[in-house]
């Protein structure tokens, strides 16, 4: 008989879940403020876009531990406790935030000249603050889903 080491526990999944939720509110929070004083460049925008996909399948991978939602009402110390529809809303969130970026920032871009070429970003197209508006409204939208 083989150690069985492959089934993530209950409880070490709900503490990595509630981590990872902060730790995503704490980011967001962050990426919005430099949106709403400063704008923003394409890195800038990747970086939102790829911590919101790192989140997600951080999210789905755990979801559906075995015995996950039952532990969530115990560790809450509430019954009525919807993890599985915490998740689904949270998730959905997480989800329009990352279609905005995929239907808003445009696809065709404007590159630095060689001679402008240092460790910073290739790109010279940028956006204001009143550009991003909708993708703060959406990134707030996923900070509300976390408590």
Not at 114 to 130: E, G, H, N, R
């Amino acid at each position: 008989m083989s150690f069985r080491s492959s089934n993530v526990l209950p409880a070490k999944a709900y503490d990595t879940v509630r981590g990872a939720a902060v730790q995503l509110k704490l980011n967001l929070q962050g990426f919005n403020t430099r949106l709403a004083n400063s704008g923003a460049d394409y890195d800038f925008v990747r970086e939102i876009y790829r911590t919101l996909g790192r989140a997600n399948d951080q999210f789905s991978a755990l979801k559906t531990t075995p015995g996950l939602a039952q532990y969530a009402r115990d560790a809450e110390v509430d019954q009525t406790y919807d993890v599985a529809g915490a998740f689904t809303s949270m998730q959905a969130a997480i989800a329009a935030a990352s279609d905005w970026i995929v239907n808003n920032v445009p696809a065709s871009v404007t590159v630095k000249p060689p001679a402008q070429w240092d460790s910073s970003t290739l790109i010279s197209d940028t956006f204001t603050p009143a550009q991003t508006g909708g993708l703060q409204a959406k990134l707030s939208a996923v900070i509300a889903e976390i408590s």
